[in-house]
């Protein structure tokens, strides 16, 4: 359509149209870099006001300034301007990853010195503080038990009320259900641990306990599920809303019922979006010490079964070792830390797979 | 067992706003009907009514009687799944399902509906998508998914989805809009075949395409923005074209309005 339009236009006068500008050379912003690094390296040293961190920030500072300049004289004020902001744009791309690399650097360093077969397969069972060994086995077991029951608890109710605030709720029910879910995201986790110490532990965990109050790695999974509940709830919501109401439309007219409708063709088509929004709640689970350490108790021992006594999780592990007076402790908080950081990361990775394995291949 | 459709005094709202008002007419089986008019003047409306699809849209409600083989399909005790079932539809842009490969998509309406024999699946989507032009396109890899085949032929693919139900009245809104002439040359021809099994109802912005392939003409229109749509004449396409009864219909034809 377009060059038809041009074709029936009068041709512009014989001034030449030049499409060309002048650009600085490839190797400009590189020397730009360096030149702004020595300069601020001379400053800082020679001043003696600072250290390498204050000569890279001072650098940066004078880079994106020299750029400009550089830029502004050759290209022009636009092109000046785009070569700034996309300087810009890669700084804060550089310092949102730089605590991340940090992170990770620092626990696989210091996580490693611990990281045998002891560490995984031992409890903190009647190790003292001058014992080397002891591990995290009875921890990882509490983990593993309490995000899994927590995780069983929340994606079906989640995931049910999501879809009734999207697909079936109108109204105020509806509403009132959105606002308490928003409610509930702010929740503090110590908040929701004190909450499931009074109902259950003190309350209901009495009436088949002898009439005693007893800390179980259930009732910290109850906790998490309190945590994890608006985050799938609201993730969902917002993926249910992403499949296009066409595709609804195209089962309701092969006469598909509702329900049916929802479960073949809407969660199929969110799916992954839903997948990414479980994750994100069971890695923030699996980070909590509080709740874990108020109604689960903790706990030097294995213990296997969720329903009863004691258990600890790792990151009340971590808590309790980086606390404990011995020169070994530190070393196994390190270790438990990167291994929870391990377990979250593998355990993303196997559910985007397994939630991609259904899609089809291009 | 093709059926007719009677519409008497059909009006149709979308919340408080009235969108249709008082259509009165009769669909012959295996005809082609045609619904054109301008913009806004409820021809969708009405075609969304016929399948009950209106009442999807929260708030949207339909008032008056429509028929099928003298059944009103309004009736409390109707089933709106079967219904559906009965009156299948083509939306104006392609909308198959992205989770599910060709012929997923195809069986789709089947299997949802709990057909699980697997020979009875892969007969009806040959029959369908070789009814709809689509079979030696796709033949080789009905594993691949529907979304990733052309406009042309998506949109043929959710005509196949469409009659492998087996309806008996098909509603298409505007199943060419989108679509190069070629893809629509296709689907025009589509429904010349369709024709002796189904009974046909298109709307069309195309006025050449009402009078190809139509053996009935409705022209609706609306007096302002605003106001609801009504029937301004119905006829045989021949006449519509050649020779309306209606000053509307003629000016509106002759591109003298709309």
């Known amino acids: 359509m377009t060059t038809t339009v041009t074709s029936h236009r009068p041709q512009p006068p014989a001034q030449p149209l030049t499409l060309r500008a002048r650009r600085l050379p490839a190797y400009a912003a590189p020397v730009i870099a360096v030149v702004a690094l020595l300069v601020s390296a001379g400053i800082v040293y020679g ?16 880079y994106l300034g020299g750029l400009y300049a550089a830029a502004n ?27 991340l690399a940090s992170v990770v650097w620092t626990l696989v360093s210091k996580g490693s010195e611990r990281l045998d ?68 995201t702010g929740i503090p986790s110590i908040v929701t641990g004190l909450f499931v110490l009074a109902f259950w532990v003190l309350i209901v965990s009495p009436w088949f306990n002898d009439g005693r109050p007893g800390f179980s790695g259930f009732a910290a999974a109850l906790a998490l599920s309190v945590l994890m509940l608006p985050t799938v709830v609201r993730s969902t919501e917002e993926m249910l809303r992403l499949v296009p109401a066409p595709l609804r439309e195209g089962a309701y007219a092969l006469g598909v019922p509702k329900w ?103 | 067992m093709a059926k007719r459709i009677e519409a008497t005094d059909v009006t149709a709202y979308y919340g408080g706003f009235k969108a249709i008002e008082n259509i009165n007419l009769t669909v012959e089986p295996k005809t082609v009907t045609a ?42 005790d109707v089933d709106v799944t079967a219904v559906r079932r009965m009156i299948g539809m083509v939306f104006q842009r392609p909308n198959p399902f992205p989770t599910m490969s060709i012929f997923e998509n195809v ?41 990733g085949l052309s406009g042309g032929q998506q949109q043929r693919l959710c005509i196949a989805r469409t009659i492998a139900v087996e309806p008996q009245v098909v509603l298409m ?19 010349f075949q369709l024709k002796d099994k189904f009974t046909i109802i298109i709307v069309t912005h195309n006025m050449q395409q009402a009078a190809r392939v139509s053996d009935r003409t409705a022209f609706f229109s609306i007096e302002k923005t605003g106001d609801p749509g009504r029937l301004i004449e119905y006829d045989n396409t021949q006449k519509i074209f050649s020779n309306p009864s209606q000053k509307k219909t003629e000016d509106y034809i002759t591109g003298r309005f709309g």
Not at chain 1, 47 to 62: E, F, H, K, S
Not at chain 1, 270 to 282: E, H, R
Not at chain 1, 295 to 311: D, H, R, S, T
Not at chain 2, 53 to 59: D, I
Request: aromatic fraction near 6%; proline fraction near 4%; charge should be positive.
């Open chain 1, 47 to 62: 001043a003696g006001i600072g250290g390498p961190v204050l000569v890279v920030v001072l650098g940066a500072l004078l």
């Open chain 1, 73 to 99: 004289a050759v290209e022009g004020r636009r092109a000046a301007r785009n070569r700034t902001w996309s300087a810009l744009i890669h700084s804060a791309f550089v310092l949102a990853v730089l605590p």
């Open chain 1, 117 to 184: 077969g002891n560490f995984f397969g031992t409890s903190m069972n009647n190790i003292g503080a001058r014992d080397a060994n002891g591990g995290a086995y009875h921890a990882i077991i509490g983990t593993l038990e309490q995000v899994g029951i927590a995780t069983l608890i929340t994606v079906p109710l989640g995931v049910l009320c999501a879809i009734y605030v999207v697909e079936y709720g109108r109204g105020r029910f509806a509403f009132t259900i959105r606002f308490f879910v928003d409610v509930m």
């Open chain 1, 260 to 362: 049916k409708t929802i479960l073949r063709v809407v969660l199929p088509t969110a799916l992954p979006g839903i997948v990414t929004g479980i994750m994100l709640a069971i890695a923030r689970a699996a980070g909590e010490t509080a709740p874990v350490l108020l109604v689960a108790g903790g706990g030097a021992a294995i213990n296997l079964n969720p329903f009863e006594n004691n258990q600890s999780s790792l990151a009340l592990f971590v808590y309790q070792q980086a606390g404990e007076a011995s020169k070994y402790s530190p070393a196994r908080a390190w270790t438990a830390a990167l291994t929870l950081v391990a377990l979250v990361l593998v355990l993303t990775v196997a559910a985007k797979l397994l939630a991609r394995r259904n899609r089809l291949g291009r």
């Open chain 2, 35 to 76: 619904l054109i008019g301008p913009s806004g003047c409820g021809k969708s409306t009405f075609l969304r009514s016929v399948n009950r699809m209106h009442e999807v849209l929260p708030g949207a409600r339909v008032e008056g009687s429509l028929t099928i083989d003298n059944q009103d399909i309004y009736d409390r």
């Open chain 2, 107 to 147: 069986v789709a309406g089947l299997r949802l509906n709990g057909v699980r024999r697997k020979s009875i699946l892969e007969e009806a989507a040959e029959k369908a998508l070789r009814s709809a032009n689509l079979w030696d396109e796709v033949k080789d890899r009905l594993g691949k998914p529907g979304a």
């Open chain 2, 173 to 191: 809104d505007e199943p060419c809009s989108a679509l190069d002439p070629i893809s629509t040359l296709a689907i025009e021809d589509l429904m």
